[in-house]
């Protein structure tokens, strides 16, 4: 199978709204969302069926619960009592994650693919006994309901597993990825006190091998609660603590064949819905970390609505998204087994040993969902990659930033007939608020729809719902995969100032969006990071769009120095693809692309090169940190290095 570069490169702009993609009656009356509408005895009207899921939640969570016959007990409590931000669900009901996601038990569960070409199945009959196997040993190292186990793992099977054990006891997980500095994991598992520690001695990434074993012993040092690390050998060589168990200042040291070498009853501790199922973390590139948690029930409900409704999943599928561990997509992933899909687990780079790596992947293991971060879309775009070998590929996701309308315009002509479904949600709800169907076309740049059960509008500066305008994007009526609190916070003040306190009663997103009279919508970045010159606001994806679409710029970042009643200087950061250079001639056709396509006041002061544009674990662009370190801040305290992906970088941007 070979990737050639396309020959035709696209390099002007496509039309925002350009229509790329419309599902035949075929697709709409088979899409799983249409076969919902049906058992509602509701029309196949998407608007109307959003309308009503957001104005009677109680009535549409409670018919989810009931499509997908959720393993549970209902209780005779209210669905839903109470407002945002205390706003309970199925009060008196007993469920457990684990349990509806290993409600299977023939055909192939989950495929485990590393960078190395290593490739692993796992049937659901040896998921669910590896699970059994590791529940025992939990449990045998004291874990119980409401424990924390915390894992500093790869995206690897021993990850699952030992995130369902954990949850089938009614313990708390909650993971970091190995790529990760030890004071960024310090900063999140110290605040939550695990009893257990699960880590590899290493990762492998980018052709290369990075031990951390000693990362591993800082950690657990740092972690005065342990009673016990697990230590998986996934270098050569084994890990500390592979074989007899023995003790440490710090507890102790077992291997995972240690841990799961004993079998067990695969039980299940049914728990009210809101009970703590994992801990998420915020970026905490700007603060300490906010420990971000989720219920069983919320999850549960939120991810078979989403993975069903929204990306069309179901059994006989094959689901991938390049993500990590410390990345809430990993759990959005893993979430596949809910709706019988099987989830394709990819631990290393995205673009070794070629840009065109995840496309591969794909390929080879009939993925029939594939899920990435927008940047790589673009990255292929430019790249000049043609895919091929994906007969099975019936869907393409993007996340973690806005979609430009060109890597829309790439997927339609590189892969015809594939609808490409942008979604922007967060961490915060571990979802998307906004996303597509397969009853909706695809329209260039454009996201569909409103999710249901979400009830997202825009704001304008009084607080008001506006259509066909730029708001703050709110949610305005309560979901039940909003946390249920953050962990040490039992006021419940720090997540309402997280998200309440500029709109009393009312979700603040932080993303700026507009919502046409159709539903569809549009983000154009964070609020927080916004450019205003001249009194004209904008969003900075639409500045990256017109910089990006540059063969020379690699990446870009945009910051406006401008405080409140004072106009300050626009700059732009490039870091240039390999090979180019910011001549006078790139630097003038920059600006004269920005004077068209946006505005004159969107020209920027000054064009600086820098080696890399400084980005979060996730892949976020860091616009705020940059903007404090411009205006004075010392880079320590405008960033938390070891929470971004290349910390070395920042030195770069000064006054």
């Known amino acids: ?15 925002e709204g350009e229509l790329l993609w419309e599902p035949s009656e075929e697709v709409v009356a088979s899409a799983k969302l249409t076969h919902y509408l049906r058992w509602l005895g509701r029309s196949g009207d998407y608007e109307e069926a959003w309308r009503w899921s957001v104005d009677n939640p109680a009535e549409f969570w409670s018919s989810v619960w009931d499509y997908f016959e959720v393993i549970g007990d209902r209780g005779d409590g209210p669905v839903l009592s109470g407002e945002m931000p205390g706003a309970t669900w199925f009060a008196g009901s007993a469920i457990n994650y684990a349990e509806n996601m290993l409600r299977r038990t ?89 009893k257990v520690l699960i880590a590899v001695d290493g990762y492998r990434y980018n052709g290369k091998a990075f031990d951390r074993s000693a990362a591993v012993n800082e950690i657990a040092a740092a972690l005065p609660t342990l009673r016990a690390t697990v230590w998986i050998p996934y270098l050569e060589g084994g890990a500390p603590g592979e074989g007899h168990s023995r003790e440490t200042p710090h507890g102790e040291v077992i291997g995972w064949e240690g841990l799961r070498a004993e079998e067990g009853p695969l ?46 999943l179901g059994e006989g599928d094959v689901f991938f998204w390049y993500t990590t561990t410390g990345w809430m997509m990993w759990n959005y992933l893993i979430g ?56 099975r590929l019936r869907g393409v996701g993007s996340t973690g930033s806005p979609l430009p309308p060109e890597g829309f315009a790439w997927v339609a002509a590189e892969l015809p007939g594939v609808p490409v479904g942008s979604f922007s949600g967060g961490t ?15 329209r260039a740049g454009v996201i569909p729809c409103r999710s249901l ?63 046409d009279e159709d539903g ?33 710029i690699a990446d870009s970042l945009v910051i406006d120095t401008g405080r409140l009643g004072q106009e300050g200087r626009l700059l732009l950061f490039v870091a240039l693809a390999e090979g180019a250079e910011l001549t006078a001639e790139l630097e003038r056709a920059l600006c004269a692309a920005l004077r068209t396509e946006l505005s004159p006041r969107h020209v920027p002061d000054e064009i600086r090169v820098v080696p890399g544009i400084p980005r979060t674990l996730s892949g976020k662009k860091l616009e705020v940190p940059v903007r404090k370190i411009l205006l004075g801040t010392p880079v320590e305290q405008a960033a938390n290095l070891d929470a971004m992906a290349n910390p070395e970088v920042l030195r770069h941007f000064g006054a």
């Open 267 to 312: 039980e299940f501790e049914r728990v009210p819905f809101d009970h703590p199922l994992w801990i998420l973390y915020s970026s905490g590139t700007t603060g300490l970390p906010k420990p971000i948690v989720h219920g069983h029930g919320g999850v549960v409900l939120e991810h078979l609505k989403s993975l069903s409704f929204h990306q069309d």
């Open 520 to 552: 569809s919508c549009v983000i154009y970045g964070r609020s927080d990071s916004t450019l205003n010159r001249g009194g004209v606001r904008m969003g900075t994806s639409e500045f990256y769009r017109v910089v990006e679409r540059f063969d020379e």
């Open 106 to 194: 023939e055909g192939v569960a989950l495929v485990s693919v590393s960078e190395d070409g290593a490739r692993q199945e796992l049937t659901w009959a040896q998921l669910r006994d590896e699970v059994a196997r590791v529940r025992a040993g939990l449990v045998r190292l004291g874990v119980g309901r409401g424990d924390r186990v915390a894992a500093y793992l790869p995206n690897i099977p021993q990850a699952l597993i030992a995130c369902l054990a954990t949850a089938s006891l009614g313990a708390v997980w909650s993971a970091g990825s190995p790529d990760f500095g030890v004071s960024s994991i310090v900063d999140r598992f110290k605040q939550i006190e695990p």
């Open 336 to 391: 596949g087994l809910l709706v019988g899909a099987t989830p394709v687990l990819y631990d290393g780079s995205a673009t070794y040993p070629s840009p065109a790596a995840l496309w591969r992947i794909a390929a080879s293991e009939g993925v029939t969902y594939f899920g990435v971060g927008a940047p790589y879309i673009m990255a292929s775009l430019k790249a000049g990659l043609r895919p091929e070998g994906l007969d």
């Open 1 to 15: 199978m070979t990737f050639p570069p396309t020959g035709d490169r696209m390099d002007h702009m496509v039309a």
């Open 428 to 442: 915060d709800v571990c979802t998307g608020f906004v996303g597509a169907t397969l009853l909706h076309p695809i």
């Open 453 to 515: 059960g979400a009830k997202v509008e825009a704001y304008d500066v009084a607080g008001k719902p506006v259509v066909g305008e730029v708001g703050e994007l709110v949610v305005s009526g309560p979901m039940p995969s909003m946390p249920v609190m953050f962990w040490n916070d039992p006021a419940g003040e720090r997540y309402a100032e997280s998200y309440f306190d500029v709109y009393p009663g009312v979700w603040r997103h932080g993303d700026w969006i507009k919502i």
